[in-house]
């Protein structure tokens, strides 16, 4: 019997990341891989139980090193992308924050968006030039014109029960944080990112400008709630935000709702308008083809430039009059809603690798199989068994430690970003996505024996047993 090649996917933000790690996952059983794929709190509580194999996390910023030479310590190859790595308001502090030399030392390969974000790591880490690959993010294949179907019944069912909606997506979690986490400065303290007080001054002012943009949207969600009576506006906060603040800001407006639930394309893809402030969900907007509207209602030369990518793609409001006239031309449906769009497309094209032709799963599974292939140096046995053991008691440890100093609104922040992923729903999204490849049956999929909200994913001819290897 040969041994599985096996592909360890954690997933942190439910509504954003599922999708896209299950459509990996289903591309990766299809090279004849067997995923283990669920709740990256649990995995990473539990490595000493999770077969090795490659490892795909989700940055490669300075809190990952240590983790990072763990999982190698017990056999694993490290592959990443940076979920943050799309759109960011400071080049600089992007580099500082989430791209650390020591981490990115211990991967074998990382994906990156686009071209753009490419050439940002490598001013980094130029000596990782030949570890990255340009192939996008598989969250955005489903923003094209075949994928997207995965979403339609979605669409069609929030159509009907909302009516024509105007979308409001926001994005303010470092100023409307969950309540009872620490603010930004607390917490970039404690990863040792904060080593100055210019740093200090500089997060501490990229807060205060979020939350005069908070009070402009929160402003305007008003006003426009008056402009189109007729009309639902949805507000849908970040999955990261404080979702009650946002309650409590349109509580008595008749026509606005707060819809965090689900992942965001099926919203985006039924609505006459869509509106955000420097946030990803703009470019995913533009790339499904909505009129997408950037409202800036303040500026800032590092932190919310008109020239800043999601915002230069979007048509732009600086002021409520502005916003209103967009929103009025987007209802209309005049066509075209961008007069520049195929400038915009160039311009898209070059931040997202995967925003036409091949897939980013697919591409990332080759990838993946060829690091499989070509893999040297792996630990003894011996070391990988003591490596295990040590993770095992660390891990006790720090349960334990846990347990006496319980955080309540840590764990009610994490539920929130990973509430419970079933069976049936994992089931249900793998056979969506094979419904809508058109590829054969959709993976077999059974819940970890020991893992909760973790799932071992297989095509359905491999071999049984490699399953219940997933608990050796």
């Not at 430039?305 to 915002?311: A, C, E, Q, T, V």
Request: glycine share 4%; with cysteine; aromatic share 8%.
């Amino acid at each position: 019997m040969t041994t599985p090649n096996w592909l360890i996917i954690p997933v942190e933000t439910k509504v954003r990341e599922l999708y896209g790690k299950s459509l990996l996952a289903a591309c990766a059983a299809d090279a004849g891989m067997q995923v283990i794929l669920g709740d990256q709190r649990v995995i990473a509580q539990s490595l000493h139980q999770v077969p090795s194999g490659v490892y795909i996390d989700k940055s490669v910023s300075r809190t990952k090193t240590a983790h990072f030479q763990s999982l190698r310590r017990m056999g694993f190859q490290i592959a990443a992308w940076c979920e943050e790595g799309l759109t960011y308001r400071d080049k600089a502090a992007y580099q500082f924050e989430r791209i650390f030399p020591d981490s990115m030392k211990e991967t074998s390969a990382f994906f990156a968006w686009g071209h753009s974000q490419s050439r940002d790591v490598l001013e980094v880490v130029p000596e990782a030039a030949d570890k990255i690959h340009i192939h996008g993010n598989p969250r955005f294949d489903f923003l094209g014109p075949s994928m997207r179907a995965v979403f339609n019944d979605d669409a069609r069912e929030i159509g009907s029960a909302h009516g024509p909606y105007i979308l409001v997506n926001t994005n303010f979690s470092r100023y409307n944080r969950f309540e009872g986490r620490d603010d930004v400065v607390d917490v970039l303290r404690k990863r040792n990112i904060l080593t100055s007080s210019d740093r200090e001054d500089h997060y501490r002012n990229s807060v205060e400008h979020l939350g005069q943009v908070f009070g402009a949207f929160s402003a305007a969600i008003a006003q426009l709630a008056a402009a189109f009576p007729d009309i639902r506006i949805v507000v849908r906060p970040h999955p990261s935000e404080n979702h009650d603040r946002w309650r409590q800001e349109v509580a008595g407006l008749p026509n606005v709702e707060v819809h965090p639930e689900g992942n965001a394309i099926p919203w985006m893809m039924g609505a006459q308008a869509v509106i955000h402030n420097a946030c990803t969900t703009g470019v995913e907007s533009f790339m499904l083809e909505r009129p997408t509207i950037a409202y800036v209602p303040v500026q800032h030369p590092i932190f919310n430039r008109l020239s800043y990518f999601p915002n230069a793609i979007s048509a732009i409001a600086t002021d409520m009059n502005a916003l209103i006239a967009l929103v009025r031309r987007a209802l209309s449906q005049q066509q075209p809603f961008d007069p520049d769009i195929a400038a915009k497309k160039d311009e898209v094209a070059r931040h997202v690798a995967n925003a036409s032709g091949e897939l980013a799963a697919e591409r990332i599974v080759r990838t993946i199989a060829e690091l499989q292939r070509s893999r040297t140096g792996r630990p003894s046995v011996w070391q990988e068994t003591y490596a295990r053991a040590f993770a095992m008691a660390r891990l006790k440890a720090a349960r334990a430690r846990r347990m006496l100093r319980r955080n309540a609104a840590l764990h009610a922040y994490m539920d929130q970003k990973f509430p419970e992923l079933t069976l049936d729903e994992m089931r249900s999204v793998l056979q969506r996505i094979a419904n809508v490849r058109g590829r054969g049956p959709a993976p077999e999929v059974s819940a970890h024996p020991r893992l909760a909200s973790c799932f071992v994913i297989r095509a359905r001819d491999a071999r049984a047993e490699g399953a219940a290897s997933a608990a050796a």
